[in-house]
């Protein structure tokens, strides 16, 4: 199992840009599908995107972000990157990165089994 760290969080304007990167330790990074999902207060995690293990051109995202978000993974360094632009006050949310060995583009929490601890955007407007 891998373990995950989330950073590259912070404030940001309405239209700005950010990348978040998600740190793995462990074995076997290249066998995990990695996706980010986020959580609003008083809102449940939802699913942002996910890159297969199988091929990392394959993704998956939720439409809200399609054509602003896009995922990428460094097999190399262990890493899965967010970058973000054209951010909107409603993306605020703790994001969180998350890993499943062998697993498929799904988009529910409980299918994936390592999680990072999260970190925050905030987007002003």
């Known amino acids: 199992q891998v373990q995950l760290y989330d950073s590259g969080g912070g404030l940001v304007q309405a239209g700005g840009s950010l990348r978040l990167s998600c740190a793995a330790s462990g074995r076997d990074f290249v066998l995990y599908t990695m996706a980010w999902f986020r959580q609003a207060p008083g809102k449940e995690r939802e699913f942002v995107t996910a890159?297969?293990?199988?091929?990392?051109?394959?993704?998956l995202y939720v439409d809200s972000v399609k054509g602003r978000f896009a995922i990428s993974r460094d097999n190399a360094k262990n890493t899965v990157y967010l970058q973000m632009n054209s951010l909107k006050p409603e993306d605020t949310a703790i994001y969180y990165c998350a890993a499943d060995r062998f697993g498929d583009l799904r988009q529910f929490p409980a299918a994936y089994e390592s999680w990072g601890q999260g970190t925050q955007v905030t987007v002003s407007s």
């Open positions: 890159a297969h293990w199988g091929s990392s051109s394959t993704t």
